[in-house]
């Protein structure tokens, strides 16, 4: 009879894990959440998404040995030149892991892109990052990004913008929940141009990426910059006697720095341009003065390429 009863008991286990490996990730989050579960099964549920997490971590064990070749200055990117790749570093440790996850599993591959359609592109490397992402711990959960923030600031079409800070230092920075596809066609030209690229032109306000969510069934970039406690130009504007003549202004000093800074001329609208770069987005907004220096909080850059009349090239994906 005891017999008997270990046998069933063997199996029902054999059951339970069988269910178990057969779930999804959020499946199992959920039977843990349950405070009524057997031991048993907690125990279970626990050791499987472990292993998930164990097979995952080994599975970009490779991208993460290589990024930190590069972020140690033996290996490097080639993407973009030699010094704007050092904004890439500057994103951080994610920014460079990521660029290779996306990378090596062909995320630059412009035969492959136009072959697949632009939506099928998107779909294979957020798939790729948020795989990537619940491997190394970095998939977020946008309502705690939400309820640790001190305050939600102002916020764009793209972007919802927190400000924390340290809690050892004190020292305040910015959060960005930022949809990409309003910014750009691909995660991959989001990690060029947002984040690299705009480290590389704009240090003072550099991003970091920090991880992945998901926010209105849309995926989403997790990144954090420098808070910077200067004054946005349009608050002149919205405060002079004479808007019009403040607004003329204003744009007029954000041409000039522009062509002294990039030596990037007035593309019309909030355009700029040079032979390397084209800017985008340069409104009164986005541009802050402090200590009689502008920052560019929130650049929009990419290269000037063939396409829209430049010379400008992005590079095959290489590790050199």
Not at 153 to 180: C, I, M, P, Q, W
Not at 226 to 248: K, M, R
Not at 280 to 291: F, G, P, R
């Amino acid at each position: 009879m005891e017999q008997e009863y270990g046998k069933a008991a063997d199996e029902h286990l054999a059951r339970i894990k069988q269910f178990l490996s057969e779930a999804d990730d959020l499946e199992l989050q959920r039977i843990l959440k349950q405070t009524n579960n057997p031991e048993y099964l907690t125990f279970h549920t626990v050791q499987e998404l472990k292993k998930r997490k164990d097979e995952r971590a080994r599975k970009y064990k490779k991208d993460i040995e290589t990024a930190n070749a590069i972020l140690m200055g033996r290996k490097s990117i080639q993407r973009l030149s030699e010094e704007e790749e050092k904004g890439r570093v500057e994103g951080g440790q994610r920014n460079v892991e990521a660029t290779i996850v996306l990378g090596r599993r062909g995320g630059t591959n412009q035969k492959n892109i136009h072959k697949q359609g632009i939506d099928a592109t998107r779909r294979n490397q957020e798939e790729w990052l948020k795989d990537y992402a619940k491997s190394v711990d970095i998939w977020l959960n946008y309502d705690t990004i939400v309820s640790e923030a001190e305050v939600q600031l102002h916020s764009g079409a793209e972007s919802r913008v927190f400000r924390y800070s340290n809690k050892n230092s004190g020292e305040k920075y910015v959060v960005k929940v930022t949809d990409y596809t309003v910014l750009e066609k691909t995660p991959m030209s989001f990690i060029d141009n947002h984040i690299s690229l705009a480290n590389y032109l704009s240090p003072e306000t550099k991003y970091e990426l920090v991880g992945f969510t998901e926010h209105q069934t849309r995926f989403q970039f997790v990144v954090k910059q420098p808070y910077i406690e200067g004054t946005e130009l349009e608050y002149y504007v919205q405060t002079a006697d004479n808007p019009v003549d403040e607004q003329i202004k204003q744009e007029k000093r954000v041409k000039n720095w522009m062509q002294s800074e990039y030596q990037a001329k007035f593309a019309g609208s909030t355009s700029y341009e040079n032979e390397r770069y084209v800017f985008n987005d340069l409104h009164l907004k986005n541009v802050l003065e402090k200590d009689n220096r502008f920052y560019l909080i929130d650049l929009i850059v990419r290269l000037n390429t063939p396409d829209i009349g430049g010379k400008s090239k992005y590079l095959p994906f290489k590790v050199i």
